[in-house]
């Protein structure tokens, strides 16, 4: 048995090495590798001499490619992330080109270290926008689960001014509690909590009277501004930040 | 909120509604190691797209013109020289290649340039002109053309 995997990991080897193609571009050498990115594209470094070594760089196709697919890196916590990424695998960012240095004795880990990081960087997509309010969605579905609060969810109430509104979750009246509308807001800020507030204030008058609105907000990306926990309280919608969750668990299953 | 998975039927829709431009601001073609976003709008401007266009600081050849809906999800996708492409059953495509949104997929499909539709891939501001009309861009953005396009 340990013969056969052998001989496949010799196919695999003699593959990598078949796949990997170069080409001269000016004073670098393109090397396209056996790996894809999330396009299935494969992924494509540059190196040339430097310093009595070789300077190898994704030519900052990796972020430049990242922000035009909707995930821009501004926010301090991305930041923070792709740094973190980049110092695991020893790579640094130049003008936003991911970028090592190698000598000849460490030129193949050093490669394969530029490699994983683009990789890795090409998988920080999944934290773009829609991607991560569906993502943060099903963490409060996750959430509700677990804890056996009993829900239905995606429930449509039409409010006074006869427009149709959405709300994520509504738990059902029981005997110690009433009806309990739950909104997540992803990214908490004026727009969003505005949205709640008026969807809220138009249906509250067409629901029981003791029907209690809820707003689960997201501050696992960055912290919830103060205007919109007030502006969500001055309307009777309670805001929940996520991280203080298990402080509603018991009044949500009850 | 965008949802990141389209029907296909929806994706077909989104690449055939007819595109104006945002706004009137004017922008320059990218140069080396450069890239650009531009605003893009249904008629009755309910729905935004993004035109992306991008160049290769070592290698000018290697541009990328890309057509976004929902604002994560590309829809059209042109990528003049750079890799090559290799599908989900195994076939590869060589650049130029073009990316069409597939349900279940995303962008992970690409094929072989359509001749009748992109009249020569090296001359890249007429590409650009090409690949704005595949998008059925009806009112283009002002892009001014540089030295190198």
Known sequence: MIQDIQRLLDTYHAWLKDKTALRQVDDWVEITTPYLDRHNDYVQIYAKRANGGYVLTDDGYTIQDLEQSGCKLESQKRQELLRMTLNGFGVRLEDKA???????????????????????????????????????????????????????????????????????????????????????????????????????????????????????????????????VDALRNYEVKPIAWSQRDNVREELAA | ??????????????????????????????????????????????????????????????????????????LVRLDLAGPPHRNPDDTEVPAPHLHLYREGYGDKWAMAVPPGLFRDTRDVWQTLEDFLRYCNVAQPPHIERDLFT
């Open chain 1, 98 to 228: 991911l970028q090592v240095h190698a000598s000849p004795e460490n030129f193949a880990l050093r490669k394969h270290n530029l490699l994983q990081a683009i990789l890795a960087v090409n998988d920080m997509f999944y934290l773009a926008q829609p991607t991560v309010a569906s993502l943060f969605y099903e963490d409060v579905v996750a959430w509700l689960d677990l804890h056996e609060i009993r829900y239905t969810p995606k429930v449509k109430f039409t409010g006074k001014t006869g427009y149709d509104h959405l709300f994520d979750f509504v738990i059902p009246k029981s005997r110690r509690q009433p009806e309990r509308i739950i909104q997540t807001i992803n990214r908490p800020n004026r727009d969003t909590a505005q949205s709640v507030v008026l969807a809220w204030i138009d249906t509250k008058e067409v629901r029981p009277p003791d029907s209690r609105a809820y707003a689960l907000l997201n501050d696992g990306e960055q912290p919830v501004p103060q205007g919109v």
């Open chain 2, 1 to 74: 909120m965008a949802d990141i998975a389209l029907t296909q039927a929806e994706a077909d829709a989104l690449i055939a509604m007819e595109k104006h431009r945002a706004t009137n601001d004017r922008y320059d073609f990218p140069r080396e190691g450069e890239s650009l976003t531009v605003p893009l709008q249904s008629p009755d401007k309910r729905e935004h797209f993004l035109l992306d266009l991008s160049r290769g600081r070592i290698d000018l050849l290697k541009v990328k013109m890309q057509n976004r809906g929902r604002q994560v999800i590309v």
